[in-house]
């Protein structure tokens, strides 16, 4: 088809369609392109330049922003057909009208700076957006979820059944209604919500639920009665009634994952939580272990009472044991009579941090004090008494910290009642995606920045890329970006990256390319991953390739399934 010909045709479709010289002269124009444009007739059009008209136009449909046209009025550039009669060094540049696409773009916007959480279905209980609130509470990114139906992602736990789906089915409101549910990653959500349907000329278009965290409005609660309790305590007495402002800010919702390994994990802190045995938390520079060390306590029921943590790296040996126990005046020069931690610490949590970088000596008096409960002052003669709750984090494998020397043994055993191991980042790659939104987020309201995704050239790079720095480092990256990138742009893309991720190529377990089916071998490690592999490869056989519909079955995220997928060398296709 001649030029003429196809314009005529996408007129027809209501694409607007010019034909534009080297220098963005126009040298032909559509009848769309002419109601598109504004222009009162074809010859108008001819020989004015796009680039004054509408400049967007002029770039790549692939990067092209909204041309803004007119009040409320917007335009996208899509992808051209071929045409073989064009005039020299000419090319066709096709467009629409993109204006509900804009005002959709903006109402998003505004709806993921608000604090409530709002998930939005269609007829069919298919999900079609939830904002960043939303997001952040229930621990899931859009891109996972999108086109699911709800009841695949979210379980009721109250034996009423999700609202949302009673909302379309029954055309009626439900305000301010508790619900309690499970994620298809096993996060437990408590909260309130109202639930209304979309009825429009009579048909059922979908329904929305605007949500509250039950646990943050359970908190205000708390400490409006703690303030309560402040005022009485005040008044009655004629004196301010102090309260300890050491406390844990963390708590298990805050671990944000999808990874069955973290979910397990998280499950078995919860439970180590509810007795006031010690817990040794190991885990590489940068897991998180502060993060489930206060969560610990903030789920235990020490939860009132204070969370000190010491990092005993960062303090000399003879700094170290008077915070800990406490002084007494004239012990050493300049000495005065000073509470320790533990004894601050009474009736809570005491974190020690690094403790495999305390002196083995101090670890000696230690012992005594895990043990006896009894401390006493550095230059005191007296033994007081403390109730302490002691939770320790060390950055290298206990074994390895025994014989180096750097973990006395009988302390081991007194600390490490229950030992918690924490993953590395890159064993648990498939919680990238989620973490790096969540990153975003807390980014862009501290930069007061607005920046929306990953492009996936950059998610390429962070499956690649071996992270020693571990989920730190994930964020130090993110935030890397957002202070760099553009006030135009909104994606994230590899120029924007710290150059040792950006230059990444390939992982360093992929230096030798791997079999197709991995050599059998005893470790229990090995047969639990060809176990996994086998699984996969079934149920990708049985649904021919289709990812999304595996992932559901296998009960996971689509991320997480494209992660196994490229670490196992899989070809969905080839099945």
């Given amino acids: 088809m001649t030029y003429c010909e196809t314009a005529k045709v996408l007129s027809q479709c209501g694409l607007g369609a010019v034909v534009c010289a080297e220098n963005w002269e126009i040298l032909f124009a559509n009848e769309a ?7 009162d007739e074809t010859s108008w059009l001819i020989g004015k330049n796009l680039s004054e008209l509408a400049p967007p136009l002029c770039l ?21 057909p071929e045409v073989d009669d064009l005039p020299e060094h000419a090319q066709m540049i096709v467009f629409r009208d993109a204006s509900r696409e804009a005002q959709r773009d903006m109402m998003c916007h505004i709806l993921d700076q608000i604090s409530e959480s709002i998930i939005l279905c269609d007829s069919e209980h298919r999900i079609l957006y939830i904002n960043d609130a939303a997001m952040k509470m229930d621990a899931l990114v859009l891109e996972d979820i999108y086109g699911n139906r709800i009841e695949d992602i979210y379980e009721a736990l109250d034996g009423g059944g999700l609202i949302v789906p009673r909302a379309i089915e029954t055309r009626q409101i439900f305000r301010d209604r ?83 390994s973290v979910t397990n994990l998280v499950d078995v802190c919860r439970q180590a939580a509810q007795s006031d045995s010690s817990v040794m938390i190991y885990g590489e520079t940068g897991t998180g272990k502060e993060l489930f060390a206060q969560s610990i306590h903030n789920a235990s029921k020490r939860a009132n009472g204070p969370f000190l943590a010491i990092n005993c790296a960062a303090i000399p040996e003879n700094l170290l044991e008077g915070l800990l126990f406490g002084t007494e005046k004239g012990a050493y020069t300049g000495a005065e009579r000073r509470a320790g ?14 403790l495999n970088s305390m002196n083995i000596n101090l670890q000696a008096k ?24 002691v939770l320790s984090n060390i950055n290298i494998p206990p074994e390895q910290a025994m014989e180096e020397n750097k973990l006395r043994q009988d302390l081991y055993y007194r600390l490490g009642v229950v030992n918690i191991t924490i993953p590395p980042l890159r064993d648990r790659k498939e919680d990238i995606p989620i973490l ?3 990153f975003m987020m807390r980014c862009n309201a501290k930069l007061s920045r607005n920046i929306r995704k990953l492009s996936p050239e950059t998610l390429e790079l962070f499956y690649l890329y071996e992270w020693p720095g571990n989920v730190r480092e994930l964020e ?8 760099i990138i553009s006030d135009e742009e909104d994606t994230i893309t590899p120029e924007y990256l710290p150059k040792r991720i950006s230059h990444c190529s390939q992982p360093v377990a992929n230096h030798h390319p791997a079999p197709l089916f991995p050599a059998r071998t005893d470790s229990l490690n090995s047969a639990m991953q060809d176990v996994e592999r086998n699984t996969i490869c079934r149920i990708l ?11 559901r079955i296998l009960k996971m995220s689509r991320q997480s399934l494209q992660y196994r997928i490229r670490k196992y060398r899989i070809n969905p296709r080839g099945l």
């Avoid at 990067?63 to 051209?80: G, K, M, V």
């Avoid at 230690?366 to 709750?389: A, P, T």
């Avoid at 130090?476 to 202070?483: P, Y």
């Fill in 33 to 39: 392109a002419l109601q598109l444009l504004h222009g």
């Fill in 60 to 80: 790549e449909p692939d990067s092209s922003p909204y041309a803004h046209i007119a009040f409320n009025e917007y335009l996208l550039r899509c992808p051209a």
């Fill in 178 to 260: 508790r619900q309690y549910y499970r994620t298809r990653y096993q996060k437990n959500v408590d909260i309130t919500a109202s639930t209304f349907p979309i009825v429009y000329n009579g048909q059922v278009l979908g329904g929305y639920s605007v949500m509250q965290d039950w646990s943050m409005i359970d908190n205000l609660h708390k400490k409006i009665l703690e303030l309560q309790d402040k005022l009485t305590a005040q008044t009655s007495s004629g004196k301010r009634s102090e309260k300890s402002a050491l406390s844990a800010k963390y708590h298990f919702n805050d671990i944000v994952h999808i990874s069955s």
């Fill in 341 to 354: 931690m533990f004894e601050q610490a009474d009736n809570g949590t005491l974190l020690l941090d690094e």
């Fill in 366 to 389: 230690l012992l005594r004090v895990v043990q006896d409960g009894m401390i006493r002052r550095v230059g005191g003669s007296s033994e007081i008494h403390v109730n302490v709750r």
């Fill in 436 to 438: 790096a939104k969540q």
């Fill in 476 to 483: 130090h990256a993110i935030e890397h970006a957002i202070n």
């Fill in 541 to 551: 056989r049985e649904n021919n390739g289709n990812v999304s519909e595996s992932a």
